[in-house]
C-alpha cells in the first residue's frame, strides 16, 4: 500500500498506524498487516496445488508479508491430511507457482517449517513407524478444529541423543528448498505444542539428556535449529514463531514467562529476521481472553523485527503499533476470511465473516478462495 492514510468523510486523513512502512532488515514492507501462517489442509498428498496461487495471490499486496501455512519438514513431519511438504523436488517444485504469483504482485513470502512432532498418528508416519518426539508420553485424544470429531494420536517414540542433529538437519534442509522454491525466508514454527515446543516445555520433555532438564537444555533443540538454519540461508531471511503462554496439545509450562524472555534474549545473538509470538490471551485454541500476562518483556528483549498474533483487529493493532509494542501484527481468521484486509483496514470498511466448518475441508474453492472483495460485496 503506497497510501497510508485514509480518505474520511469529512476531507479529514487519518493516518493509519498499520499502514505505515516498515523495514523489517533487508525487506521493506509497505505496510504492517501480515498473513499469519493458516494450515488449510488442501495440499492434497502433501503437494502443493495450483489452487493455492489464487489463494495467496488473493491476499498479497505490494510490499505485504505473508507466511505461508504449516509446511513439514520431512516425512516424519506430518501429523493431518492434506498438509503440504517441503522435502521432495515434486513439492519444491509445487511452491514455485504459487511463490512466483505472490512474487509477480510485489509480495514477500516466507514458509513456515514445521515438524509435528508427537501430534501425529502412525498413518501418517513412514512404514507406520511411531511419531517421534523428545518424550515417550502419549498425548490424550483432542476434539478437533471442527469440534466434532476426536483425533487419535499414536504414543511417540522418545528420539535419542544421536538422532536429534538429524531432525534439525531436516530443518536446514527445509529451508534450503524453500528458498530453492523462490521463497524469500523461513519462520521456523516452534509454536502451539509441535516438536519444537514439545522440546521448550516442562510439561512435555522429561529428557535427561542435555536437550532436557534446565530451561537452556530444553531451548537448546529450538536454537540448534535456528542457528543451522541461519547458517544455511542468512539470519535476514530467518523468523520464528513461539508461543511461550499456550499449552495447546498438552504443550504447557510451569513459568512461560522466563520461557519467552530466554529464547527472546537468545535469539538475539543470531540476528534474524524477526521473532514471531503468539499472544498470551491465545491460551485455548481459537479463543481470546483476557490475560495479565503480556509479551511486552518479550518485545522489550528481543532486538530485531518483533511480530505479535492473536485475536487482533484493526483497533488493537493500531495500539500495538503505536504503543511501541509490536512492529508488524499478523492476522490469522480476519486475513482468511478478508482477501483484500489492508485495503479494508485502510477504508475501515466491514469485514467478512470467516467461517470456522470450511477452515480445514478440503475443497479448492468453497472457504478457501470464494470469500468476496470489498468491491464485490456491496
Ligand atoms: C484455520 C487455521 C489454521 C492455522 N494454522 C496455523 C499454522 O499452520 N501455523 C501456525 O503457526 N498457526 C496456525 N494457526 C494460528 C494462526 O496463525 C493465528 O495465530 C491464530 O488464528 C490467532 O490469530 P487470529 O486471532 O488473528 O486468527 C491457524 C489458525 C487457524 C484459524
Known amino acids: 500500500m503506497e497510501n497510508n492514510a485514509a480518505e474520511f468523510p469529512d476531507g479529514k486523513q487519518q493516518h493509519i498506524p498499520l499502514l505505515t ?75 514455485k507457482p504459487i511463490v ?34 523428545c518424550t515417550d508420553k502419549p498425548l490424550t485424544p483432542q476434539i478437533r478444529a471442527n469440534g466434532v470429531d476426536v ?16 531432525i534439525v538437519n531436516d530443518f536446514r534442509l527445509a529451508a534450503r528448498n524453500a528458498i ?43 536454537l540448534e535449529i535456528v542457528e543451522a538454519v541461519v547458517n544455511e540461508i542468512g539470519a535476514d531471511r530467518v523468523g520464528i514463531r513461539l508461543s511461550p503462554f499456550a499449552s495447546y496439545m498438552e504443550s504447557g509450562d510451569s ?21 514471531h509470538m503468539v499472544e498470551p490471551r491465545m491460551k485455548t485454541v481459537g479463543e481470546k481472553t483476557e490475560c495479565p500476562e503480556s509479551l511486552v518483556p518479550m518485545r522489550k528483549a528481543f532486538k530485531g523485527t518483533f511480530m505479535v498474533a492473536g485475536g487482533y483487529d484493526r483497533g488493537d493493532g493500531n495500539e500495538a503499533v503505536v504503543e511501541d509494542r509490536a512492529d508488524v501484527v499478523a492476522y490469522g481468521r480476519l486475513f482468511l476470511a478478508n482477501p483484500d484486509l489492508p485495503t479494508r483496514f485502510e477504508l475501515d470498511a466491514s469485514l467478512n465473516k470467516y467461517n470456522r466448518d470450511t477452515f480445514y475441508t478440503s475443497d479448492p474453492v468453497v472457504g478457501y478462495t470464494d470469500y468476496p472483495f470489498l468491491e464485490t460485496t456491496a
Not at 504482485?105 to 498413518?123: E, L, N, P, T, Y
Not at 483425533?151 to 538429524?166: G, H, K, N, S
Not at 513459568?255 to 521473532?275: D, F, Q, V, W
Open 255 to 275: 513459568n512461560p514467562g522466563a520461557l519467552g524472555l530466554y529464547m527472546a534474549e537468545s535469539l538475539n545473538k543470531y540476528g534474524i529476521a524477526y521473532s
Open 21 to 95: 512502512p516498515y523495514k523489517m532488515g533487508i525487506f521493506q514492507l509497505s505496510h504492517r498487516v501480515v498473513l499469519a501462517p493458516l494450515t488449510r489442509q488442501r495440499s492434497y498428498g502433501n503437494v502443493p496445488q495450483p489452487h493455492a496461487i489464487l489463494y495467496y495471490s488473493q491476499r498479497t499486496t505490494k510490499g505485504g508479508l505473508l507466511i505461508a501455512e504449516a509446511t513439514g519438514v520431512s516425512d516424519t513431519a506430518q501429523g493431518y491430511k492434506d498438509t503440504p511438504g517441503i522435502w521432495t523436488k515434486e513439492q519444491v517444485e509445487a511452491w
Open 100 to 133: 512466483n504469483a505472490v512474487h509477480a504482485k510485489g509480495g514477500v513470502f516466507f514458509c513456515q517449517i514445521w515438524h509435528v512432532g508427537r501430534v501425529s498418528h502412525k498413518d501418517f508416519q513412514p512404514n507406520g513407524q511411531a511419531p517421534i518426539s
Open 180 to 222: 530453492e522454491a523462490g521463497f524469500d525466508g523461513v519462520e521456523i514454527h516452534g509454536a502451539h505444542g509441535y516438536l519444537i515446543d514439545q522440546f521448550m516445555k516442562d510439561q512435555v520433555n522429561d529428557r535427561t539428556d542435555h536437550y532436557g532438564g534446565s530451561l537452556e537444555n530444553r531451548c537448546r533443540f529450538a
Open 151 to 166: 483425533a487419535q494420536f499414536t504414543p511417540p517414540r522418545r528420539l535419542t541423543t544421536d538422532e536429534i542433529p538429524q
